[in-house]
C-alpha cells in the first residue's frame, strides 16, 4: 500500500506534504505482506514471505520482473477463452450457410435488400439508366460488377425501359462507374436524392489516402510534441499562464488604442479575469510545478522506451483490424443485424415469429458484446504495458542504470502474460465497460473534488445524487489499479481498492497532473491538425 503512495509521491517530486507528525511516522515504513514479497533471497529461504514491517523509502520496489506473483484472476481469462471458442464455432458453422448477411446493405427498387430472399447472391447495387443525360435512375442487385458493357444487368431487370450500363468496379457494396465524369455527376445525383449516408459512405471509402497522410503527421506530431513537453514543459506551463494573465489586458489595451475608448463593464471584466488568473497561478504554483515535472518524467520515460513510442500506434492498428474483421464476420453470424446505407440505420430483417426476433436480436447482443471486450482487452492490456515499463523504467533510472533495453521490456510484457492475464480479461469488463460513464459522471462531478473550490458546494448542493453515486460506485473502477498490480502482483479487486485509497491522499496532485496533461494534449491536438 505504502509502495504504491510511494510510486505516485515520488515520480511527482515528492508528493504531497504529510498533514502532521504522524501522517509523517506513517509514511516512514513500507509494509510488506505475503501477497507483497519483494525480497527473493528471503523468499527463497524460507518457502513464504512474513507480514513484517521494514523500514525501507516510500519508493523503494523492485522492477516488474522481480516481484513474486501468482496467477491473477484465471477465471475471467478462462470466460473470454470460451468466448473466443463459441464464436469461432459459431463462424466456423456460418461459412457452410447458402445465405450471407452482410452488414452494409443496399435496396433495390422493390425495396428488397441485396443478398437476401430473392435476391440471394446478389450482393451488390447497380444503378440502372445512371448517365449523363438522365437523373431517373433504377437500382437493382447484381451478383458482380461489369468491367465492360457485355453484361448487361438492366436489361433483363427493366424490359420495357430503355436503360443503360456502364462500366463499373466494386466499392464496397457498390457498382460504381470507372468514369470519373459519371461518377461525380452520379454523386451530384445521390446527393440531391437525399441519399446523404451513401454518399457519406463513399466520401470515407475514398479517402483513405488523406486520411492515412494525416495519421502518419499525427503520428509525426506526436513526437516532436513528446520531445518538446521532455524539454521544456515548465516553461510551456507557465508560458501558458503568463499568457492567460496578460492576454485580457492586451485586449483591453488594444481595444482603448484601436477604438479610443473603452466601456467601464469591460475594463472591470478584463481586470478581474486577470486578477483571478494571477491568483489561481500563484495558489497553485507548487502542485503545477509538481505536475510539469510528472511530464517531464513521462516523456522522459517515452522517449528512452521504444515500445512505448510506437506501441500507441500498434495498439490502434490492433482495434482497427478488430472492427474491420468484426464487420466482415457478420456474414457468417446467426444474426440479420445490419447497416441500410440508404437511410443510415441499424437495422435487422423481420420475421413473423416473436422467437425468431428474440434469437436474432439476441444473437447480434452477444456478437456485440464480445467485440467491445476484445476491444476493451487490447486496451487494458496496453494500459498494464505503460505502467510496467513506466516502473521498470524508473527502476532502472533510480539506479542509475541505463534505460530497459527491448529484451529486458519484452521480459515483463511476457510476465504481464504469464500472470496477469486474467487480470487483463476482467479489467476489460470492470474498467473497460464502465469508462463511459466514469468519464460522464466524473467530468460533471470534477469540481466537488477540487478542495476549497468556491463551486464545489454548489455542485454539492444541486446534485448531491450524481456525487454520491460516482463516488460510491464508479470512482473505484480506475486504471491506476494497474499500478498496484504491477508492483504488489495484486489481484485486480484488492488493487482498485488500493488504488482508490492512494489518490484520495494524493488527489490535489492527481488533479493538477490531470488538468495539465489535459491542457497540454489539447495543444497537441492542435498542432496535429
Known sequence: METLNGWFELICMGGAEPESESDTFIRAGTARTAATPFDLSSASSTGSSGSDI?????????????????????????LWLLAICAVVTVILFGT???????????????????????????????????????????????????????????????????????EAHQVGPLCWPTDETLAAHLRFVLQARGFRSIDMFLSVYFAWPPLAIAALCAITFSHMWTRILRDHAHCLAWLGIYILVTLPLLCLAFRWLWY?????????????????????????EKHLDRATSCLHCACHCVTDIPIL???????????????????????????????????????????????????????????????LWSWNVINAFWELIIVALTVLWY?????????????????????????HSGSIALAAILIGFLRPFRFVLGTLT???????????????SCCPCIVDCYAMFLDQFSANAFVDVVLHGSPLWPAMQNADVVMERCQTTANSLNGTTFIFQVICLALTW
Not at 62 to 68: D, G, H, L, R, S
Not at 314 to 342: C, D, G, N, Q, W
Not at 344 to 351: E, H, P, S, V
Request: glycine share 4%; aromatic share 12%; net charge negative.
Open 54 to 78: 521494514e523500514d525501507t523509502a516510500p519508493g523503494d520496489f523492485p522492477a516488474p520482473q522481480e516481484v513474486v506473483r501468482e496467477c491473477t484472476d484465471p477465471v475471467c481469462f478462462v
Open 96 to 166: 457452410y450457410k447458402p445465405e450471407r448477411h452482410d452488414f452494409m446493405r443496399l435496396t433495390n427498387a422493390r425495396g428488397v435488400q441485396c443478398g437476401v430472399y430473392d435476391q440471394s447472391g446478389k450482393d451488390f447495387w447497380y444503378l440502372c439508366g445512371a448517365d449523363m443525360l438522365n437523373d431517373t435512375f433504377l437500382p437493382t442487385c447484381v451478383s458482380a460488377c461489369s468491367m465492360d458493357h457485355s453484361k448487361n444487368h438492366c436489361s433483363t431487370q427493366w424490359k420495357l425501359l430503355e436503360v443503360s450500363t456502364y
Open 260 to 284: 479610443g475608448q473603452v466601456d467601464r463593464l469591460t475594463a472591470i471584466g478584463s481586470i478581474f479575469a486577470a486578477a483571478s488568473f494571477a491568483l489561481l497561478a500563484c495558489r497553485t
Open 309 to 371: 513510442e510506437i506501441g500507441a500506434a500498434i495498439t490502434t492498428m490492433m482495434k482497427l483490424a478488430l472492427l474491420l474483421a468484426s464487420i466482415y464476420l457478420v456474414r457468417f453470424v446467426p444474426t440479420t443485424l445490419h447497416f441500410e446505407i440508404r437511410t443510415g440505420k441499424l437495422d435487422f430483417l423481420f420475421y413473423e415469429s416473436t422467437a425468431e426476433k428474440i434469437a436474432d436480436i439476441s444473437a447480434a447482443v452477444l456478437y456485440c458484446i464480445f467485440v
Open 395 to 419: 527502476v532502472d533510472r533510480k539506479d542509475n542504470l541505463e534505460p530497459p533495453g527491448i529484451f529486458r521490456c519484452m521480459e515483463v510484457l511476457g510476465v504481464l502474460l504469464r500472470f
Open 446 to 460: 470534477a469540481v466537488t473534488r477540487m478542495p476549497q473550490n468556491p463551486f464545489s458546494f454548489m455542485q454539492m
